[in-house]
């Protein structure tokens, strides 16, 4: 079992429609939650940096951190065909190097 | 804007010839940053993470000398792959994070490696 799943999808939504992505983990040791945006040919670019149970908004994205079920989302509102992109998931120890342990990364398409 | 700056976006050489990549934090400085490797439709792989003024610590499987990482400053990490060869064509991404604890990590943009 891997630490950290993720739907690759892909995801393909209509504009304006709400996307819901999600990861599940199996570590409880996991402290920090990020999400993540990937153009392709591009690095990753940071969306959401949580710690803490419960909600976090940031314009049209929203992230969700449910710590007792391990389990993370990101919501995004009036979506863009610029959203278009794969979105990671991310996470990591509360010591040490804080290396990240990535999803698989969710193909995301918004359709004019 | 960006935060981590990574050059070359994209190299193409023969094989056996030696390529370094540079990552450099674009406006603070960076205690800590990892290399990472990307194949087409996947995930990041970390391949090693790099501490200022010492040793980069190197994950399982990962060849130290044949990817061979520097981190002479606080705003500076490189990666060398010598004597490459077309298996080490991949997409290279470095990620840098801030001094102080719980930062999280901003990546570059990646170098597209392409060896013939």
């Known amino acids: 079992q891997k630490e950290v799943e993720q739907d690759p999808g892909p995801l393909s939504v209509p504009e304006g429609a709400i996307v819901s992505l999600n990861c599940t983990y199996s570590?409880?040791?996991?402290?920090?939650f990020m999400w993540y945006r990937q153009y392709s040919r591009k690095g990753p670019e940071l969306l959401m940096y949580t710690y803490s149970s419960g909600n976090k908004e940031d314009g049209r994205f929203t992230a969700q951190v449910d710590k007792s079920s391990k389990y993370i989302s990101l919501f995004i509102r009036d979506s863009q065909p610029s959203d278009s992109a794969t979105y990671l998931c991310a996470m990591s120890y509360f010591q040490g190097a804080q290396k990240l342990v990535f999803g698989q990364g969710t193909r995301l398409t918004i359709n004019p | 804007g960006a935060v981590v700056s990574q050059h070359p976006s994209w190299v193409i050489c023969k094989s056996g010839t030696s390529v370094k990549i540079e990552c450099r934090s674009l406006?603070?400085?960076?205690?800590?940053m990892f290399w990472y490797r990307q194949f087409p439709k996947q995930s990041l792989m970390l391949m090693a993470t790099s501490n200022e003024g010492s040793k980069a610590t190197y994950e399982q499987g990962v060849e130290k000398d044949k990817f061979l990482i520097n981190h002479a400053s606080l705003t500076l990490s490189t990666l060398t792959v010598t004597s490459a060869h077309p298996e080490d064509s991949s997409f290279y991404i470095c990620?840098?994070?801030?001094?102080?604890?719980?930062?999280?990590?901003?990546f570059g943009d990646g170098t597209r490696l392409s060896i013939l």
């Open positions: 570590n409880s040791a996991f402290q920090y």
């Open positions: 406006d603070f400085q960076a205690t800590t």
């Open positions: 990620s840098a994070r801030r001094r102080g604890g719980n930062q999280p990590q901003h």
